[in-house]
T-cell receptor, first 118, second 109 residues
Framework: GAVVSQHPSRVICKSGTSVKIECRSL??????MFWYRQFPKQSLMLMAT?????????EQGVEKDKFLINHASLTLSTLTVTSAHPEDSSFYIC??????????????FGPGTRLTVT | QQPVQSPQAVILREGEDAVINCSSS?????VHWYRQKHGEAPVFLMI?????EQKGHEKISASFNEKKQQSSLYLTASQLSYSGTYFC??????????FGAGTTVTVRA
């Protein structure tokens, strides 16, 4: 089956610093990747849609200058949280879509990255 | 717009059945079901495309009524491993998923 990896799995950073999270599709090409955020005991909220070679599309209320997304290749998308603050502490999960798969609507989720800002 | 899931939580004994519902106010193209254990990423269970199909995964099955914009997840003869939070994700045919608030299932021996 399709596998998506994320790195790092956990990161602790100081307030004001930037953190980069990588999302990779390991055995398929992902023209579209999605970034979600999940606060404790809450649902997953879509932050942005990342398309290879073009600018990401952000959901309403998500600051594009704070959450920088780069989808430079068909297997890698990165999310950079700039000038992180404690309220950015969350579980960040990416997913990828394989448009060549039998079911192009299925999304394959990565294992998530837990960000803690101190 | 976020779909509505019910119930919020359910407690079962091993072997009992449960139904989790997911409804949307908008026309849906597909419904995705996931289970998440504490501290882990969601695990894909199944996807249902419009057409009213019913799918199964072990003793977990689901149905999708596109006319009512509703989907139901059926946990049959529940096992301890079924414990977790179940999320439905709805797709309006733009590949983006909106997730419900989740249903926490606790299965006790």
């Amino acid at each position: 089956g399709a596998v998506v990896s994320q790195h790092p799995s956990r990161v602790i950073c100081k307030s004001g610093t930037s953190v980069k999270i990588e999302c990779r599709s390991l055995d398929f090409q992902a023209t579209t990747m999605f970034w979600y955020r999940q606060f404790p005991k809450q649902s997953l909220m879509l932050m942005a849609t990342s398309n290879e070679g073009s600018k990401a599309t952000y959901e309403q209320g998500v600051e594009k200058d704070k959450f920088l997304i780069n989808h430079a290749s068909l297997t890698l998308s990165t999310l950079t949280v700039t000038s992180a603050h404690p309220e950015d502490s969350s579980f960040y999960i990416c997913s990828a879509r394989d448009q060549l798969a039998g079911n192009p609507y299925e999304q394959y989720f990565g294992p998530g990255t837990r960000l803690t800002v101190t | 717009q976020q779909p509505v899931q019910s119930p919020q939580a359910v407690i079962l004994r091993e072997g009992e059945d449960a139904v989790i519902n997911c409804s949307s106010s908008k026309a849906l193209y597909s419904v995705h079901w996931y289970r998440q254990k504490h501290g882990e990423a969601p695990v894909f269970l199944m996807i249902l495309l419009k057409g009213g199909e019913q799918k199964g995964h072990e003793k977990i099955s689901a149905s999708f009524n596109e006319k009512k914009q509703q989907s139901s997840l059926y946990l049959t003869a529940s096992q301890l491993s079924y414990s977790g939070t179940y999320f439905c994700g709805t797709d309006l045919n733009d590949y983006k998923l909106s997730f419900g608030a989740g249903t926490t299932v606790t299965v006790r021996a």
